[in-house]
């Protein structure tokens, strides 16, 4: 089998991976990459549209997000939506309204009192809609809803569904042109990865490569890489499967619910299909998996290599479900992925966003959700939300969950002066 060298190796070829790639070949003077993808092109798993809530976070309509972490995430998005805005690719993203909708006497006085007065000196394009602007920018929010029901919404004017996999080959179009000695290795799996002599040996199953820098941006697989490293040995993952409804064309905009109290998911939403916008989707559901990729039960094998499979993880997760009372919820929203009785259990949730919604417009998308890598802290006993990066010695790792895509350039950006750093060149963005 040949052998490759590199400076740099960057595994995973989703949106995180080819955004790090993307970045070292216009800002650095590193041209001696590869990425290395074991599928047959870039964003196939959790960067596919099927696979993911398509959503350019911001934090200004995602009430799961406290003003600080939020404004972060603001930060990183404006430079993910302008890259998108100059690009001008066709299919590439699309953009409307976005708000988070208070339902009832409690959500609607909090949203009024409470958020917008907080985040609006922060974002400019947010503004409070009552019922009435409702009713004409959003109608199916309202018609057949209770007169007497309390409803009013934060509405963004900058909301922006993107297709991660077609942004990941926007990213690997544009490193052809501004690098064309990187290279990209698609159908090559990694075995194992280890460290000699302060190189790092990846063995795959099309030969050897060897790097001087590894950056793992492979979800799952990033931790069981740094864990055989040595790395992130007190940290496991609760896999967080996510399945989403189609339901016609019903919403014009991305419409959240206010996060439940204390619930460390999101509540479903609804929205437009980047790929269809005649058909609303409904979700995501949150479904505990042992895997580390969705519909792909193989990976089992690879979930049960993670310390969190151990007594130790599972006297773990098991005070985690009970002290965050979630065994209730991820039990109701494991029932929604079931026949028959599924929809009819969502619609109860669905009809807080369109009360109108029947049981014979819902139809589960098969084979179509992703898996989001939660990070649980085994010494802590704590979810440890948003993103989550290890670095060690000439090495990074990213699991990326939700919101990953959304700060992937912001990411890369930090990745990529921290790979300069470790080999001593320029980086300059």
Known sequence: MPSHEYDVVIVGGGVTGTALLYVLSLYSDIRNIAL????????????????????????GTETNYPLEHALLVQKAAKLLRAYVEARKTEGLFKKTHRMVLGVGEDETRDLREERFPKFKPHYPDLHLAEKDELRVIEPNVVLGRDENEAICAMVSSEGYAVNYQRLSECFLEDVRVHNPYAKVFFNTKIKHIRKENGVFTLETNTGVYRASVVVCAAGAYSLLFAQELGYGMHLGILPVAGSFYSSGPLLKGKVYRVQIEGMPFAAIHGDPD??????????????????MERHRPKTFFDYVKLPIVSLRGLWVLTKLLMNKKLLGYVFKNALYDLPVIGPYLFLREARVIVPTLTYQNLKLRKGAGGIRPQIVNLETGELEMGDKTLVGENCIFNTTPSPGASVCLANAHRDA?????????????
């Open 274 to 291: 980047v790929l269809n916008q005649a058909d609303t989707r409904f979700g995501p559901t949150t479904k505990p998996l042992p895997f």
């Open 36 to 59: 290395i993808e074991k599928n047959a092109s870039v964003g196939e798993v959790n960067s596919h549209p099927l696979n993911n809530a398509q959503t350019s976070h911001d934090g």
């Open 417 to 429: 002066k921290q790979v300069a750093a470790f080999l001593g060149k320029k980086y300059s963005a």
